[in-house]
């Protein structure tokens, strides 16, 4: 059975830093591609960076300079480093593995909040 486990949320002031963690069990980690997304309230879940087995990484505008999506295929383990967050960050952010032609699996979510 695969399982994603997010970690790493909480609350935090504007300008702080978090860093998420979310592990995948199952096989063969490394051909995933992961991915960061989040989900406020009144609004779509948006995709926030997704990392592939490459490592090439891509990022939706608002975090483009501020985080930063990594991995490490030894702990089958993505990390979603956040800086200078801002009130607008708030949401539950998901973790989600893909791979071409197989299910798609997503945690269940941590909780951000950035406020003062």
């Known amino acids: 059975q695969v399982q994603l486990v997010e970690s790493g949320g909480g609350l935090v002031q504007p300008g702080g830093s978090l860093r998420l963690s979310c592990v995948r069990s199952?096989?063969?980690?490394?051909?995933?591609?992961m991915g960061w997304y989040r989900q406020a309230p009144e609004k779509q879940r948006e995709l926030v960076a997704q990392i592939t087995s490459g490592g090439s990484t891509n990022y939706a505008d608002s975090v483009k300079g501020r985080f930063t999506i990594s991995r490490d295929n030894a702990k089958n383990t993505v990390y979603l480093h956040m800086n200078n967050l801002k009130p607008e960050d708030t949401a539950v952010y998901y973790c989600?593995?893909?791979?071409?032609?197989?299910?798609?699996?997503w945690g269940q979510g941590t909780q951000v909040t950035v406020s003062s």
């Open positions: 989600k593995s893909a791979l071409r032609g197989l299910t798609d699996y």
């Open positions: 199952g096989s063969i980690f490394s051909i995933y591609t």
